[in-house]
């Protein structure tokens, strides 16, 4: 049964909070008022209830299932956003004497360094600052080092359109992933990590839960001045719940790996996010009109960036594709240009129908 409403969606390219698989906002919807079986609203039950307790516990199997997350991994649900695990990732691992290494790919690794280094020693390893971060650094450029805490990394550069297409190689020092704006877009191989950290609000779910993938050795290391809600033992040890955790959140990203999983696992879920994000840059490479801002190898399947000639043709374009159903298609504020973010639930009818408008708009305005 559609809702009504959902005939009435637009193309939303936004970055974040960004789209929901249809599927899960109609599910969340019918089943608003009285969960099946419960009788009341997910928004209405104790985080302390079975009902509540089934809910997490079924998320989180999934999310193991999905990924493939070994058992020595706790996966947590968390709050504060992704940015929050800038501070917490210090304060747990980062302890007096150690350095941490970072590896500054854009605007968000950039904003994790800075809070790291009010905690402790950070070393930047590698930086494409100097590029306009419109690339990845290559293994030989990362000056890591020995005995450092961890490596620090941003898996997808949500503002400037870049992506790892693998992660680098760090040895034994566990790597630290900030994947927020790629978390499940393809198959993750978990045990190269020591922590994968995302907020759900791009690929997972609602704003307002963070998700953690942290590996068991890396739990219960926070000094004894760490506040309670950062230290990573007492939300292992609770199961997310050791006050109240955002109910709701974890709900409907429970039902988004539950439709990630429908269709037809991550190995499924990369190929369309291949495909998807093929046909866009085709496109901006087509003429030339278009220019990509991201060099080739580096490309982010899930933010797409990209230029027009001049700043006042931009301001066109994007008006012109508003009024046309495509929202959300400006650059951030601190780089401009046009970003497309195409996230799992993104739909292939929206990005064949930006790539309809885009050519439309260069015959009219090449
Ligand atoms: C959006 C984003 C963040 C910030 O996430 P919050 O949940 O708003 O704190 C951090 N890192 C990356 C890579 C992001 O895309």
């Known amino acids: 049964m559609p809702s009504t409403s959902a005939s009435t ?22 089943d608003l008022v009285s969960l099946p079986g419960v009788g009341m609203s997910v928004l ?11 809910l997490l516990d079924t998320a989180i199997a999934d999310i193991r299932g999905l990924a493939g997350i070994p058992p020595h991994y706790k996966v947590l649900m968390l709050q504060g956003g992704a940015t929050l695990q800038f501070s917490m990732v210090p304060m ?26 009010k905690v402790g020693t950070v070393n930047v390893v590698a930086t494409t600052k100097a590029d306009q971060y419109a690339r990845i ?3 030989d450029e990362l000056k890591l080092t020995a005995g450092a805490a961890y490596v620090h990394m941003t898996t997808n550069n949500t503002i400037e359109g870049t992506e790892w297409k693998a992660p ?14 790629n978390i499940f877009s393809g198959p993750i191989d978990v045990g190269r990590f020591g922590i ?5 609000q791009k690929n997972l779910g609602p704003s307002g839960v963070t998700l953690v993938i942290i590996r068991e050795d890396l739990i219960g290391r926070a000094g004894p001045t760490v506040p309670i809600m950062l230290d990573y033992k007492i939300h292992a040890e609770n199961n997310s719940l050791y006050n109240t955790p955002n109910t709701f959140g974890i709900y409907i990203l429970g039902l988004t790996a539950k439709w990630l999983k429908s269709q037809g696992g991550l190995e499924a879920v990369a190929r369309n996010n291949q495909r998807k994000a093929g046909k866009l840059y085709a496109e901006i490479d087509r003429t030339g009109f278009y220019r990509g801002t991201a060099q080739k190898d ?6 797409i960036t990209f230029r027009l000639g001049s700043e006042a043709l931009e301001k066109i374009f994007e008006k012109d594709a508003t009024a046309a159903g495509l929202d959300g298609l400006k650059g951030h504020r601190s780089v401009g240009g046009m970003r497309a973010s195409i996230y799992n639930a993104f739909p292939e009818a929206g990005v064949d129908a930006l790539v309809d408008f885009m050519r439309e708009f260069e015959r009219k305005n090449g």
């Open 168 to 181: 680098p190689n760090v040895g034994s020092v566990p790597l630290v992933a900030d994947a927020s704006s």
């Open 137 to 139: 650094p290559r293994q």
């Open 44 to 54: 209405e039950i104790s985080h302390r209830s079975k009902t509540f307790e089934d």
């Open 92 to 117: 747990n691992l980062l302890g007096a004497g150690a350095a941490a290494d970072y590896i500054d790919t854009g605007s968000w690794a950039d904003k994790a360094i800075k809070e790291a280094k």
């Open 196 to 200: 994968v950290y995302a907020g759900a």
């Open 9 to 30: 969606r637009i193309h939303n390219f936004s970055a974040g909070p960004a789209m929901l698989p249809l599927p899960v906002l109609e599910q969340a919807q019918r």
């Open 298 to 303: 580096s490309r982010s399947l899930m933010n």
